[in-house]
């Protein structure tokens, strides 16, 4: 698997369009293929490690919350039911709200479109009782109206951008304003940090993740063992990491920063936390044909469905967004900023903490924290706990 190609999609800004095709609707399809057992088994890994399914099996799935998905390319209805017949999901509740047109294909070489339909598959996996409000875009719009108009629409708690452009001070200073207002409203925004991170400028990341006040989702590698069952995880080198010379160290990232001597520890530090990037057994490479979670993806120009590997941070972002959509349909209500809450539980086991090998000597390490691997994923159960879910 080429990551450096996959990079591509998510950082480079998407303002220009390559095709004219709105497209949210289902079309006919064949029977697509069943995936072998290794491949089928995934979600269930995924699900398991984070304890995710703990939380399923409490009754907490997601209902009576909203995730607003955004999505700058288009997708296809009856793609999400077949992934979600083939991992036992309920049906998707999926609501499609279209600003200033919709989005439209942009061409196959973007991957647009699978961009939008790994995001709406792994919210819906990691809560598949929420509602997923998908908000279809044209590529330029900026983020700060965008911002404005999911939170004028009052449905959603959680926000997730897997998308990214190169800072634009002034609508991002707009869309910091906006996302504090969101904040005072009970609503998080997740944004995942990219995947170029062997070549990235650690010093000048990508918009809307660096901002102060979005939860930024790095990637890791989940490895499990075929024999045992058990699953290991660890950072994942392509995962963006670093500090943003844009806004200096905020105080609830002062703790965090104590064991640290780099010229970061000075600045906004990305990321906060990390979820699953790439997916394999403990034998398979992480560059592997078959590294990622298995989606089910439509051609819009051909109309041929096949399934797709989906890998990257734009995996863990949705996945993070839907850990935390269980909590809020838990609570009944939204948790807004989360910055203050995690990085007071960076000591406690609502943390896995993930080892960062692959970044050695590139990032320093605290004892809770680094710039590779953020205070670490999340323990859905314990996270729950921690944020009164579930009674200790």
Do not use: C
């Not at 989906?310 to 989360?338: E, K, M, Q």
């Amino acid at each position: 698997m080429n990551y450096r190609r996959l990079g591509k999609r998510l950082l480079i800004p998407l303002l220009v369009l390559f095709g004219a095709i709105a497209w949210h609707t289902s079309l006919p399809q064949a029977t697509p293929p069943a995936l072998d057992a290794a491949e089928a088994d995934k979600i269930r890994v995924l699900n398991e490690y984070y304890r995710v399914s703990d939380l399923h099996a409490k009754g907490f799935t997601g209902r009576g919350a909203r995730i607003a998905i955004v999505a700058f390319d288009t997708f296809q209805r009856s793609d999400i039911e077949t992934f979600s017949r083939q991992f036992d999901l309920p049906e998707p509740d999926i609501n499609v709200i279209s600003l200033f047109g919709g989005a439209i294909h942009q061409g196959v070489a973007t991957d647009g479109h699978k961009e939008t339909t790994l995001n709406i598959d792994i919210a819906h996996a990691a809560a598949p009782d929420a509602v997923l409000d998908v908000y279809s875009v044209p590529p330029s719009v900026p983020f700060s109206i965008l911002l404005q108009a999911i939170m004028d629409n009052g449905q959603a708690q959680l926000v997730t951008f897997s998308w990214g452009r190169a800072p634009n001070m002034r609508d991002d200073e707009r869309a910091n304003e906006v996302i504090e207002e969101m904040r005072k409203r009970g609503i998080t925004v997740f944004a995942s940090t990219g995947n170029n991170g062997a070549t990235a400028d650690n010093k000048h990341l990508l918009s809307p993740s660096y901002l102060p006040n979005v939860v930024a989702v790095g990637g890791t590698v989940v490895a499990r063992d075929p024999a045992s069952g058990r699953a290991v995880e660890y950072d994942w080198p392509l995962s963006v990491g670093g500090w943003s010379v844009k806004y200096p160290l905020p105080l609830y990232q002062a703790g965090a920063a104590e064991k640290l001597t780099a010229e970061g520890r000075k600045y906004r530090m990305l990321p906060d936390i990390v979820g699953p990037s790439v997916v394999v057994t403990a034998t398979e490479s992480p560059n592997s044909e078959r590294s990622g979670i298995p989606i089910y993806v439509t051609d819009p120009l051909t109309g041929e469905g096949q399934w797709d590997q989906a890998t990257g941070t734009s995996v863990a972002a949705p996945y993070v967004a839907g850990i935390f959509a269980n909590i809020v349909g838990g609570l009944g209500r939204g948790l807004g900023d989360l910055h203050e809450p995690l990085y007071k539980l960076m000591e406690q086991p609502a943390f896995n903490r993930v080892k960062a090998g692959n970044h050695e000597g590139v990032f320093e390490r605290g004892d809770f924290y680094s710039m590779a691997t953020g205070l670490g994923s999340i323990n859905a159960y314990e996270m729950a706990v921690a944020l009164g879910l579930i009674p200790e």
